[in-house]
């Protein structure tokens, strides 16, 4: 058997990973193979390396890493869809073996069971190697034209299905159409929450701690008015608000400026044991008399996921490629996950390493 790069760690244990040998995919992992050429790193991995979470195949004691994919097909049945060449990206999340009602519809982002895996997060190998393998129906063609920056499909796929809920959750009323957006948060998906908000023409509104950088110019160059101090929003509200940083004083913040009937949709996921002194009964009140609503959001189904790359193939590439503020090759694959101050997506591309190989 051929073996191949990939990043590996040992799940709950910190500063386990390291770039080891191993074997190539097995066919049981996909009929299309794909060579990979660039993996995102995000905040999950972080917290996966530092022993927070996270769990091997079941027989086996390391977890190959990463769920941010794009690759190239390398080979594919002929009655897939996909052909050699395509570029792809893999889905994350494979439903339950049960299944629950929302897997076997399709819709796996909202597994009632748990039982569900995720490729490189939960019992799946992730993308994080030099091949990987993938289900036909797992597998989500972009727009090569978008280059690396098509690696940002699954964090797009994330808030797309946001949007897609606020959608059917605004559809409750028959007069709904909202006109503003506040997006708190000017990370990957605050920045992607943006970008989509600026597609729909809504007048946008940033607010993030960053007063100065390239995240704030991100936000001007889409037309978005810019915060850095919550004191600033006084006196406003937004149809539409998406909090994307999960700090837990700004999350009480964001739903403040939530305008009569608008929603609130929260994409990030706080730290346990954080608390804060919260009116739950003035929420409450607010929620109730102001035809409020406030739901969560995580994960994605492959609907989303072509909306996503819909969405991306629609932005300003010379905007987008921006997002992408670090690349660094396979080899020097440590030094992404070193977070440094202006960074907004690091990537590690495989590209120098196939063509120096």
């Given amino acids: 058997m051929r073996t191949m790069r990939a990043i590996t760690l040992a799940p709950g244990v910190a500063d386990s990973a390291r770039l080891d040998e191993v074997g190539e995919p097995p066919v049981a992992e996909g009929s299309v193979l794909v060579r990979t050429t660039a993996l995102g790193v995000c905040g999950t991995d972080h917290e996966i390396l530092s022993g927070l979470y996270g769990s091997a195949p079941p027989g086996e004691e390391r977890l190959i890493l990463g769920h941010e994919s794009l690759g190239v097909v390398m080979e594919a049945p002929p009655d897939s869809g996909l052909r050699t060449g395509d570029h792809v990206v893999g889905i994350v999340r494979r439903p339950d073996p049960v299944p629950c009602m929302a897997c076997a519809s399709g819709e796996w982002d909202m597994c009632r069971n748990g039982l569900y895996t995720e490729r490189g997060i939960k019992e799946r190998h992730g993308f994080g190697s030099e091949f990987f393998r993938l289900e036909p129906d797992f597998a989500v063609k972009v727009d090569p034209a978008l280059g690396l920056t098509a690696v940002l499909t699954e964090p797009a796929s994330i808030v797309a299905k946001a949007w897609d809920h606020v959608d059917r959750i605004g559809r409750r009323s028959r007069s709904w159409q909202p006109r503003s957006l506040l997006v708190t948060g000017a990370g990957p998906i605050g920045l992607l929450a943006a970008m989509m908000g600026a597609q729909r023409r809504l007048d946008l509104h940033v607010l993030d701690r960053h007063a100065s950088g390239p995240k704030p110019q991100l936000v001007r160059e889409l037309g978005g008015h810019v915060y850095s101090d919550v004191s600033a929003l006084a006196g406003l509200s937004f149809d539409v608000v998406m909090e994307c940083t999960a700090a837990t004083p700004l999350i009480a913040q964001a739903i403040a400026h939530c305008a009569p009937a608008g929603i609130v949709c ?60 670090r690349s660094v090759p396979l080899s020097r694959w440590h030094q992404a996950l070193r977070t440094q101050p202006d960074d907004i997506k690091v990537v590690i591309d495989f590209r120098e390493e196939l063509s120096s190989g």
Avoid at 267 to 290: C, H, M, Y
Avoid at 311 to 319: E, F, G, I, K, V
């Fill in 266 to 325: 929260l994409l990030g996921v706080s730290i346990p044991g954080q608390k804060a002194e919260f009116d739950i009964g003035g929420l409450n009140r607010t929620l109730v008399l102001s035809n409020q609503v406030v739901f969560g959001s995580v994960n994605a189904n492959r609907g989303h996921y072509e909306m996503a790359a819909t969405a991306l193939a629609a932005a300003d590439r010379p905007w987008l490629d921006r997002l992408v503020t």
